[in-house]
């Protein structure tokens, strides 16, 4: 039996906003961000069989509203919508976490009603992407997010701060590229929470983000962890 999934989460009230959810996390990413606190996810081998991850989701059917992909990197799983189309004949809800780097299947998933809400990171402005997330993918990203305002679908997008590599020039430039495409949704912005186990060796943050300086009426924005 094929693997495909790293591990199971069976309950969370945080991840998908008004849901009670179980949370499947994905193995394997194409991206390597420095203050990237599932290193063992990034790395971890796949362990859970596809069949465990349905029984435990049919156990649920009544308790839970919703499963959600994370990872690690969900979508680098061609499978994807087909586990996607199995849980959702439970009844469930699907989020998805990504970093928009597989727009060919994110439009699949969509154009099929196999996903709900979408939790989109945008990593880095272009001039910076590639330094933070050591991939050159900053054109299919921006291909899913013009695709997802296009669409309508339901998303949020969201930025991971730590003032060492980004800083508040940085998020204004994304804001103002938000803004230019229409987006309409909201924008969280995530200030780093250091842990000693993380991808790269960033410290802690020498100083805060200065949300005075950021831009606040162009779009709807929300700090986290602030």
């Known amino acids: ?31 390597r961000c420095p203050y990237c606190h599932n290193a063992d ?9 596809k069949e465990e991850a349905i029984n435990f ?4 059917i009544g308790k839970l509203e919703a499963v959600v992909f994370s990872g690690g990197e969900c979508t680098l ?15 469930f809800k699907i989020k998805i976490d990504t970093n ?4 060919a299947l ?19 402005p272009k001039e910076k992407y590639i330094s933070i997330t050591s991939n050159k993918e900053f054109s299919s990203f921006l291909e899913t997010l013009k695709y997802l305002i296009q ?22 430039s994304i804001i103002k590229e938000l803004h230019s495409f229409g987006f309409k949704g909201k924008y969280f912005i995530q200030n780093y929470m250091h842990q000693d186990k993380i991808l790269g ?5 020498k100083r805060a983000l200065n949300r005075d300086k950021i831009i606040s009426n162009l779009i709807n924005i929300n700090f986290r962890n602030f």
């Open 201 to 205: 060796d960033l410290k802690e943050q």
């Open 100 to 103: 928009g780097t597989n727009p």
């Open 151 to 172: 669409k309508g679908q339901d998303f949020e997008v969201r930025t991971t701060v730590h003032t060492d590599i980004l800083d508040e020039n940085d998020i204004n």
């Open 106 to 124: 994110l439009k699949e998933m969509v154009e099929r009603n196999l996903v709900d809400f979408i939790s989109l990171d945008f990593k880095a």
């Open 41 to 49: 996810i990034v790395f971890g081998k796949n362990s859970i069989q």
């Open 77 to 91: 799983y061609k499978e994807l919508p087909t586990l996607a189309k199995e849980i959702k004949e439970f009844g």
């Open 57 to 60: 989701l049919k156990s649920r």
């Open 1 to 31: 039996m094929h693997k495909i999934l790293y591990d199971i989460t069976k309950f969370s009230i945080l991840d998908y906003e008004d849901h009670l959810s179980a949370i499947l996390w994905f193995g394997g990413c194409n991206m």
